[in-house]
Nanobody, 126 residues
Framework: QVQLVESGGGSVQGGGSLRLSCVAA????????MGWFRQAPGKEREDIGA????????YYAEYARGRFAISRDNVKNTVYLFMYDLKPEDTAMYYC???????????????????WGQGTQVTVSA
């Protein structure tokens, strides 16, 4: 059974940083898209970006470039989301997702989100 487990959320003051982790279990991690999303109360889910676990391909939504960075550790089956200079508007539930793979690295806007984690809350105070 595939499981994605996020961690690392919490409360932080504006300007601070956080690192979120998403560990994949029961899953062939090596040729997949894994990405990060967020959803604030009353708002639609936003795509943050994604990484291809089989090579050096990373995609970011336009608004996420510069303050967000995604990386992977294939040994640990883990994808990270680094967030810098956090703002109150970054307050949201953050989720990771993965496709069922294997794929060729087309981890841009329309890859299939077959699996989801339970989310981790990030709250940024002014």
């Amino acid at each position: 059974q595939v499981q994605l487990v996020e961690s690392g959320g919490g409360s932080v003051q504006g300007g601070g940083s956080l690192r979120l982790s998403c560990v994949a279990a029961g899953y062939d991690y090596n040729h997949n898209c894994m990405g990060w999303f967020r959803q604030a109360p009353g708002k639609e889910r936003e795509d943050i970006g994604a990484v291809y676990t089989g090579g050096p391909i990373t995609y970011y939504a336009e608004y996420a470039r510069g303050r967000f960075a995604i990386s992977r550790d294939n040994v640990k089956n883990t994808v990270y989301l680094f967030m810098y200079d956090l703002k109150p508007e970054d307050t949201a539930m953050y989720y990771c997702a993965a496709d069922s793979g294997p794929g060729g690295g087309e981890c841009y806007t329309n890859w299939p989100r077959n699996y989801w984690g339970q989310g981790t809350q990030v709250t940024v105070s002014a």
